[in-house]
């Protein structure tokens, strides 16, 4: 007896549930899809709408996130007392935080970011802005 596959990336999860979903649902013309989430399913909302669009491209998709993070970060505690800002490249600092964050959790993390975002911006601006609505 095999076990079940299980997968701790929601992203999978995502690419899973819209399978099974649109395979169950396939006598039902698909056309219009609104993609929502709360809080952190917000932010999946915002980062998967162009995956759902790729999974299901006869259907027009809307996504509409509710979240709490938005762009550009907060200066971190340290530099906001003395007047400075935050090195724009180091992201999500928290405000209230006063510690930086270190380096080795963004050299691990992998992100997919909006492709028409990322089209559009400009030389030498930060990946990170595709976080902002």
Same mark, same amino acid.
């Given at each position: 007896?095999? =076990?079940? &596959? %299980?997968?701790?990336?929601?992203? /999978?999860? #995502?690419?899973?549930?819209?399978? /099974?979903?649109?395979?169950?649902?396939?006598?039902?013309?698909?056309? +219009?899809?609104?993609?929502?989430?709360?809080?952190?399913?917000?932010?999946?909302? #915002?980062?998967?709408? =162009?995956?759902?669009?790729?999974?299901?491209?006869?259907?027009?998709?809307?996504? /509409?996130?509710? !979240?709490?993070? #938005?762009?550009?970060?907060?200066?971190?505690?340290? =530099?906001?007392?003395?007047?400075?800002?935050?090195?724009? +490249?180091?992201? !999500?600092?928290?405000?209230?935080?006063?510690?930086?964050?270190?380096?080795?959790?963004?050299? /691990?993390?992998?992100?997919? #970011?909006?492709?028409? %975002?990322?089209?559009?911006? &400009?030389?030498?601006?930060?990946?990170?802005? %595709?976080? +902002?609505?």
């Amino acid at each position: 007896k095999r =076990d079940p &596959e %299980c997968w701790f990336s929601g992203h /999978n999860n #995502f690419i899973a549930a819209v399978t /099974n979903w649109a395979g169950t649902l396939a006598d039902v013309a698909l056309t +219009n899809i609104l993609l929502t989430g709360g809080s952190a399913g917000g932010q999946g909302a #915002f980062f998967l709408a =162009d995956t759902l669009q790729d999974l299901l491209p006869t259907a027009v998709v809307k996504a /509409n996130p509710q !979240y709490g993070y #938005f762009e550009p970060a907060a200066d971190i505690y340290p =530099d906001w007392l003395v007047g400075e800002k935050t090195d724009p +490249n180091i992201p !999500y600092p928290s405000s209230k935080s006063p510690y930086p964050v270190p380096a080795w959790m963004w050299n /691990n993390i992998s992100v997919q #970011f909006p492709i028409p %975002c990322l089209d559009a911006l &400009e030389h030498g601006q930060s990946e990170w802005l %595709c976080t +902002n609505l």
